[in-house]
């Protein structure tokens, strides 16, 4: 499948699946590759360098990092990835999370003329999401598994290099509750700046089976 460049933001409370639906988009859209601020920040916790230590006492509280960070940081991948052009595809997973950190994407898009063409909310119940934070193991490259719905072939390992799944330690229920509780605050001004924009939509559903195929749906439909 060949598509017009698609430069995707994914929106989504924590545990709405993000994650999941980005690794399935790469698979079905082969020029998509994406960039996750969640892994990009626990890479630099497991690699001990500064980023990191800043990182990780945010991370730890379930709070966000300051704005001006997280759209350096971001600024500076895309352009190592050579991803500022209006050629290039790319899908963001975690960023922006705030209508500050859009602006500040925005401005750097819009001079490259590589802004973004779509933003999609991934509409998830928070009772879901509560349930099913509880049953998220991860590995440390980022593949996330539910030991309910998508469960590892071997429990606890990853699939892939057979190394040991864990869980996050922000994924706790007390810390949950910050990070759920900022998302809902900042979401609406950041869907906002959005709408104007005109690339705003939304997709809806209670599993991440339900929620894929509307999303690929809606991604082949706006960029053939
Ligand atoms: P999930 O991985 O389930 O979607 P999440 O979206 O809360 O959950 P990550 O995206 O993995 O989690 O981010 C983990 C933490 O990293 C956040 O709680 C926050 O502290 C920090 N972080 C990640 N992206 C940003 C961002 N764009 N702005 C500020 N902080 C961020
Ligand atoms: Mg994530």
Do not use: C
């Amino acid at each position: 499948m060949s598509l017009k460049p698609l430069r995707i933001v994914l929106l989504g409370a924590p545990g709405a699946g993000k994650g999941t639906q980005t690794s399935r988009l790469l698979k079905a859209i082969p020029q998509l590759s994406s960039i996750s601020t969640g892994d990009l920040l626990r890479n630099e916790i497991a690699k001990k360098s500064e980023i990191g230590s800043v990182a990780s006492k945010y991370i730890a509280d379930g709070k966000l990092l300051p704005d001006l960070f997280m759209a350096q940081l971001v600024t500076n991948e895309l352009r190592q990835r050579n991803w500022l052009n209006r050629d290039a595809s790319f899908l963001l997973d975690g960023f922006p999370r705030t209508a500050n950190q859009a602006e500040k994407l925005d401005s750097e898009l819009e001079s490259n003329q590589a802004n973004v063409n779509l933003v999609v909310e991934l509409d998830v119940p928070p009772s879901v999401i509560l349930d099913r934070i509880s049953n998220r193991w991860v590995h440390s490259s980022g593949r996330v598994y539910n030991l309910q719905y998508n469960p590892p072939k071997v429990p606890f390992k990853d699939d892939v290099t057979g190394e040991p799944l864990f869980q996050r330690p922000d994924d706790n229920p007390e810390t949950f509750k910050v990070r759920l509780d900022s998302y809902f605050k900042e979401l609406a001004p950041l869907k906002q700046f959005y709408i104007k924009k005109g690339v705003y939509d939304k997709v809806s559903g209670d599993t991440s089976d339900i929620i894929f195929p509307k999303l690929l749906e809606l991604i082949k439909k706006r960029f053939s």
